[in-house]
C-alpha cells in the first residue's frame, strides 16, 4: 500500500491529525526552501520522538573520503556530502515548568500541518495537553524568504487554554549538527566563535577540508497579544557551538503569545566577514518587516506562479501534484547564481550526496528553459562548460588523452566524487545528456551564440572521449562500447548498451556538424577554439568513423534494438508475473540476482527513443515500448515519466495518465517507501514534461512550436505557458478544442495538431 494520508488540495500540501509513524515522510513532503537554502519540516520545539534534523545550504559541501572494501585505480578519492548546516529554527518551550514535546504530551488533538505553496508558506497548528496538565493552543508559521535568501522567518504562537501560564521560550542556534549519511560518522563543522548582542545572536563554523565558513544568525522578539514587549533574554547559554536565549512570558488564560524569530545564514562564497553579512541581513529584515516581508514572500511566488503553473480541471491529485512538484522545483533552483546547480534530493535530505547529476541536462533544463528567462538554462549550461578542465582531468584519471572529457556522474566542483565502480566507471552516458542539452538549449530558445562562445569545446572534449571510448571489432567489423552500465541500472558492465552507443555517435555527429557551422559562420571563434583545443582534420575525420560505423545491437525476431547484447540470454518474465511480494527488488533481491534479471529500472533504450524521437517512426516506437515496458518496474523516479509521454504519443491516454500520476504522486503518496529520506526533485521536472510533452504534445521542429494535445478521461482540461523564444505561449486544452495565444514575439509560429494558428 502506497501511504494515502494528504488530504486533495487544489493549492496546499495539508496533513490533519498527528501520528509519529509519519513524522519523517511529512518532513520531508513540507520542506521548504528559497534556492539559496532549505530545511525539512523538523518541529522548532524538541520532539524525541523519530526526526531527520536536516537544514542545508546551496553550495556547501563536505569531501567524505570514499569507504569501500577494496580499492580500485580510479576510484573517486570523496564522496561529496550535502552538509546539514547549522540549525537555527530551534525553539524549545517550556510551560509552567514542563517541556512541550508532542512525544510525551498527554494528548495531542487538531494537529494540521499546511504547506501553502501559492504562498510559499508552511503552516503548523495543534492543541496539546502536557504532562502537568496544561492544555495550550499552537500556531506556527515559517516561510524562507524569496526576496533576501539569506533570512527566514518563524512566527510561533501559544495560547493558554485552560489555565494561567508561565510560558519560557528558548531559541536557538546550533552548530553541533552531524549528518545522518556519513561513511565515517565525523563531524563537519568546525566552531569558531560564539557571539551575541542585545536579542541577536551569531555562531560562525567552518567545514573541514573544503573550509566554507557559515555564520548562522537569530533575533528574536517576543509579543503578548500582537504587541512587541521590547524585552531582553534572562539568561544565555554558550557553549563552543551553541547560543540559546531565554524569554519568560507570564500569560493569563485566553492570552496567546508568540516569538517572532528571524533567522539564516551568511556564508563565505557571498561574503568576505560572514558576520558583518549576517548582521546587514537581520538589519534589512527588520527594517521590512515580518508582515511586510510575509506580504513580499506571497507576492514573489506570484510571480513564479504566473509562468510556472499548470491548471487541471476536474482531477484535485492530479492538480495538487503538478503543483507539489512545480513548487519543489522553483524552492531548489531559481537559476541567480551559475554557481549552483539542482541536487537530485534538493533542500529535503542528505542521500545521493553530490549537487549535479546528468538528470540536469535530461530533465531539468527544459523546465527551467520553457518557465524562465533563458539566462537561467544559459546558466546551467555555463556551470558544465566551467567545469570542463576538471572533466578532462576525470578523463585523463582513468587513462584517456588528449582532451577526452567526461564529466562526472557526481559533482559538488566538477571532480568526481560517486564512488560506485560501476556507475562512476561505466555510467557514461552521463556525458551524451550533457552534450543534448546544448543542442536543446538552441532547439528551445533559437539562441545559437553558447555554442560558439562555450558550448562547442565541451561538445569536443566529449566527442574525444567516444571517440577514445570505442573500440574496433573485427569480429563485427564496427565500433563497439564494452563495459558500460546504462540508465537501467540494474545492468552492470554490459557490452554494447543501445543507448549509450546511440548516444555517442549523435554526440560525434552533432558536434562535427557544429565545427562546421562554426567555421563557415563564426570563423573568429573557430580560429580561437582550434588554437585551443588543437583539433586537427585528421582527428575528427577518425572520430566520424567511429560514428559512422558505431554497432547497435538488434533483434530480428523481436523486430527491437537490443538494450545489450546479452539481453535476450535472460529468463524473460515480466513484471506481471513476478510476485508482488518481491517488490521493490532493490529491497528484496540481492544485487547479483538483480543483474541475471530482466528487470529494467527506468527507460532505457527507451530513453535514446524520448531524445531521438524524429530518429524513428512511430510503429518503431510502439514495438519497443510493447517490448521493454513489460520488464520495467519504475523504480527510479525518473522512469514513470518518460513512459507517460511515450504513451500519450501512441495514444494511449489511460497508460500515460497512469505514468502521470505515478511521476507526480510519487513522493506524496511514497511508491517507492522511502520518502523520510528526502524527495525526488529532479524527477519532478519530468512529472512538468509528462504534461507539456505528453498530454500537450510540444515539439520544436525546424524552429517551430508544435502541439498535438489530448485528455486524459478523467480531466476536463488542462493549461500551462511556456517561454519559447521570447515569446509567451499559453495552451488552453478542453474537451471542446484547443486555444493558443501567444504575447511576446510576433515571429513565433505556433502549430496545432499540424494546422498554423492565427494568433491575436
Same mark, same amino acid.
Given at each position: 500500500?502506497?501511504?494515502?494520508?494528504?488530504?486533495?488540495?487544489?493549492?496546499?500540501?495539508?496533513?490533519?491529525?498527528?501520528?509519529?509513524?509519519?513524522?519523517?515522510?511529512?518532513?520531508?513532503l513540507f520542506s521548504i526552501g528559497n534556492g539559496a537554502m532549505g530545511q525539512r519540516a523538523n518541529f522548532e520545539e524538541h520532539y524525541?520522538?523519530?526526526?531527520?534534523?536536516?537544514?542545508?545550504?546551496?553550495?556547501?559541501?563536505?569531501?567524505?573520503?570514499?569507504?569501500?572494501?577494496?580499492?580500485?585505480?580510479?576510484?573517486?578519492?570523496?564522496?561529496?556530502?550535502?552538509?546539514n548546516a547549522p540549525n537555527w529554527?530551534?525553539?524549545?518551550?517550556?510551560?509552567?515548568?514542563?517541556?512541550?514535546?508532542?512525544?510525551?504530551?498527554?494528548?495531542?488533538?487538531?494537529?494540521?500541518?499546511?504547506?501553502?505553496?501559492?504562498?510559499?508558506?508552511?503552516?503548523?497548528s495543534f492543541d496539546a495537553t502536557l504532562a502537568n496538565g496544561t492544555e495550550i493552543a499552537v500556531k506556527v508559521q515559517r516561510f524562507l524568504s524569496l526576496d533576501l535568501d539569506e533570512v527566514g522567518v518563524i512566527n510561533y504562537e501559544i495560547t493558554a487554554l485552560n489555565s494561567d501560564a508561565k510560558i519560557v521560550f528558548k531559541p536557538y542556534v546550533d552548530a553541533g549538527v552531524h549528518n545522518e549519511d556519513a561513511n565515517w560518522e565525523e563531524k563537519f563543522w568546525e566552531p569558531i566563535s560564539v557571539k551575541h548582542s542585545g536579542n541577536e545572536a551569531f555562531v560562525t563554523a567552518r567545514t573541514y577540508k573544503t573550509h566554507f565558513t557559515a555564520t548562522t544568525f537569530m533575533q528574536n522578539s517576543i509579543l503578548l497579544e500582537s504587541s512587541n514587549l521590547s524585552v531582553a533574554p534572562v539568561s544565555v547559554q554558550e557553549t563552543k557551538d551553541k547560543i540559546q536565549f531565554s524569554y519568560e512570558v507570564a500569560v493569563?488564560?485566553?492570552?496567546?503569545?508568540?516569538?517572532?524569530?528571524?533567522?539564516?545564514?551568511?556564508?563565505?562564497?557571498?561574503?568576505?566577514?560572514?558576520?558583518?553579512?549576517?548582521?546587514?541581513?537581520?538589519?534589512?529584515?527588520?527594517?521590512?518587516?515580518?508582515?511586510?516581508?510575509?506580504?513580499?514572500?506571497?507576492q514573489a511566488w506570484d510571480k513564479i506562479w504566473e509562468m510556472s503553473d499548470i491548471t487541471i480541471d476536474g482531477d484535485v491529485k492530479a492538480q495538487q501534484g503538478i503543483r507539489f512538484n512545480i513548487f519543489q522545483l522553483n524552492q531548489t533552483y531559481l537559476g541567480k547564481d551559475s554557481r549552483l546547480n539542482i541536487g537530485p534530493k534538493g533542500f529535503t535530505g542528505e542521500k545521493y550526496g553530490g549537487s549535479t547529476y546528468w538528470d540536469t541536462e535530461a530533465y531539468c533544463i527544459p523546465f527551467y528553459m520553457a518557465t524562465k528567462d533563458q539566462q537561467v538554462a544559459r546558466n546551467l549550461l555555463a556551470y558544465r562548460y566551467n567545469q570542463l578542465d576538471k572533466a578532462?582531468?576525470?578523463?585523463?584519471?582513468?587513462?584517456?588523452?588528449?582532451?577526452?572529457?567526461?564529466?562526472?556522474?557526481?559533482?559538488?566542483?566538477?571532480?568526481?566524487?560517486?564512488?560506485e565502480w560501476e556507475i562512476?566507471?561505466?555510467?557514461?552516458?552521463?556525458?551524451?545528456?550533457?552534450?543534448?542539452?546544448?543542442?536543446?538549449?538552441?532547439?528551445?530558445?533559437?539562441?545559437?551564440?553558447?555554442?560558439?562562445?562555450?558550448?562547442?569545446?565541451?561538445?569536443?572534449g566529449i566527442s574525444r572521449f567516444w571517440h577514445q571510448r570505442a573500440t574496433f571489432s573485427t569480429y563485427r567489423n564496427q565500433y563497439v562500447i564494452l563495459g558500460v552500465t546504462g540508465p537501467n541500472e540494474y545492468e552492470n558492465n554490459v557490452n554494447n548498451n543501445f543507448y549509450t552507443n546511440y548516444i555517442a555517435k549523435w554526440c560525434i555527429d552533432y558536434t562535427v556538424e557544429q565545427i562546421n557551422k562554426i567555421e563557415s559562420e563564426y570563423p573568429s571563434d573557430y580560429t580561437r577554439i582550434m588554437n585551443k583545443v588543437k583539433l586537427s582534420q585528421a582527428e575528427i575525420l577518425e572520430m566520424k568513423k567511429v560514428a559512422d560505423n558505431m554497432y547497435f545491437p538488434y533483434s530480428?525476431?523481436? +523486430?527491437? $534494438?537490443?538494450?545489450? /547484447?546479452? *539481453?535476450?540470454?535472460?529468463? =524473460?518474465?515480466?513484471?506481471? !508475473?513476478?510476485?508482488?511480494?518481491?517488490?521493490?527488488?532493490?529491497?528484496?533481491?540481492?544485487?547479483?540476482?538483480?543483474?541475471?534479471?530482466?528487470?529494467?529500472?527506468?527507460?532505457?533504450?527507451?530513453? +535514446?527513443? $524520448?531524445?531521438?524521437? /524524429?530518429? *524513428?517512426?512511430?510503429?518503431? =516506437?510502439?514495438?519497443?515500448? !510493447?517490448?521493454?515496458?513489460?520488464?520495467?518496474?519504475?523504480?527510479?523516479?525518473?522512469?514513470?515519466?518518460?513512459?507517460?509521454?511515450?504513451?500519450?504519443?501512441?495514444?494511449?491516454?489511460?497508460?500515460?495518465?497512469?505514468?502521470?500520476?505515478?511521476?507526480?504522486?510519487?513522493?506524496?503518496?511514497?511508491?517507492?517507501?522511502?520518502?523520510?529520506?528526502?524527495?525526488?526533485?529532479?524527477?519532478?521536472?519530468?512529472?512538468?514534461?509528462?504534461?507539456?510533452?505528453?498530454?500537450g504534445g510540444m515539439r520544436v521542429r525546424n524552429n517551430q512550436l508544435h502541439f498535438e494535445p489530448k485528455i486524459p478521461a478523467q480531466w476536463k482540461g488542462y493549461s500551462f505557458k511556456v517561454n519559447f523564444r521570447n515569446a509567451i505561449v499559453k495552451v488552453e486544452v478542453k474537451q471542446e478544442g484547443t486555444n493558443v495565444s501567444i504575447e511576446g514575439n510576433s515571429d513565433v509560429d505556433v502549430f496545432v495538431n499540424g494546422e498554423s494558428q492565427l494568433i491575436k
Open positions: 500500500m502506497n501511504q494515502d494520508y494528504i488530504q486533495p488540495d487544489n493549492w496546499s500540501i495539508i496533513e490533519e491529525g498527528f501520528d509519529v509513524e509519519r513524522v519523517k515522510s511529512s518532513e520531508s524525541s520522538g523519530k526526526t531527520f534534523q536536516g537544514s542545508y545550504i546551496a553550495g556547501i559541501y563536505y569531501p567524505d573520503k570514499t569507504k569501500v572494501g577494496w580499492w580500485k585505480n580510479g576510484y573517486p578519492e570523496y564522496f561529496a556530502k550535502v552538509l529554527i530551534g525553539i524549545d518551550i517550556e510551560i509552567n515548568g514542563e517541556n512541550l514535546d508532542l512525544a510525551k504530551c498527554q494528548s495531542v488533538s487538531n494537529f494540521r500541518r499546511e504547506l501553502n505553496m501559492k504562498e510559499g508558506i508552511y503552516y503548523r493569563t488564560k485566553g492570552q496567546t503569545t508568540s516569538i517572532q524569530k528571524i533567522g539564516g545564514y551568511a556564508v563565505s562564497m557571498n561574503h568576505e566577514n560572514t558576520i558583518i553579512g549576517a548582521k546587514n541581513s537581520i538589519a534589512k529584515a527588520l527594517e521590512i518587516g515580518v508582515s511586510q516581508l510575509t506580504e513580499n514572500q506571497k578532462i582531468e576525470n578523463a585523463e584519471k582513468l587513462g584517456f588523452k588528449n582532451g577526452a572529457a567526461l564529466y562526472p556522474m557526481v559533482t559538488m566542483n566538477g571532480e568526481e566524487c560517486h564512488n562512476t566507471f561505466e555510467e557514461i552516458h552521463r556525458n551524451g545528456a550533457i552534450a543534448f542539452a546544448i543542442y536543446n538549449y538552441y532547439r528551445f530558445t533559437g539562441d545559437y551564440s553558447y555554442i560558439p562562445e562555450k558550448g562547442l569545446e565541451v561538445l569536443i530480428e525476431e523481436h +523486430g527491437v $534494438y537490443l538494450q545489450q /547484447d546479452g *539481453f535476450l540470454d535472460k529468463e =524473460l518474465i515480466t513484471v506481471a !508475473d513476478l510476485d508482488k511480494s518481491q517488490r521493490p527488488i532493490n529491497q528484496k533481491w540481492s544485487w547479483d540476482r538483480i543483474l541475471r534479471s530482466p528487470y529494467i529500472k527506468q527507460a532505457d533504450t527507451l530513453q +535514446g527513443f $524520448y531524445f531521438f524521437e /524524429d530518429h *524513428f517512426t512511430k510503429e518503431q =516506437l510502439e514495438k519497443h515500448f !510493447d517490448f521493454y515496458e513489460p520488464f520495467t518496474v519504475h523504480e527510479s523516479s525518473l522512469s514513470p515519466c518518460v513512459h507517460s509521454i511515450q504513451a500519450a504519443v501512441l495514444g494511449r491516454m489511460e497508460q500515460a495518465y497512469t505514468f502521470y500520476l505515478r511521476t507526480s504522486r510519487l513522493d506524496l503518496d511514497d511508491y517507492n517507501k522511502e520518502v523520510e529520506e528526502g524527495l525526488h526533485i529532479t524527477s519532478m521536472a519530468g512529472t512538468w514534461m509528462s504534461i507539456v510533452e505528453g498530454f
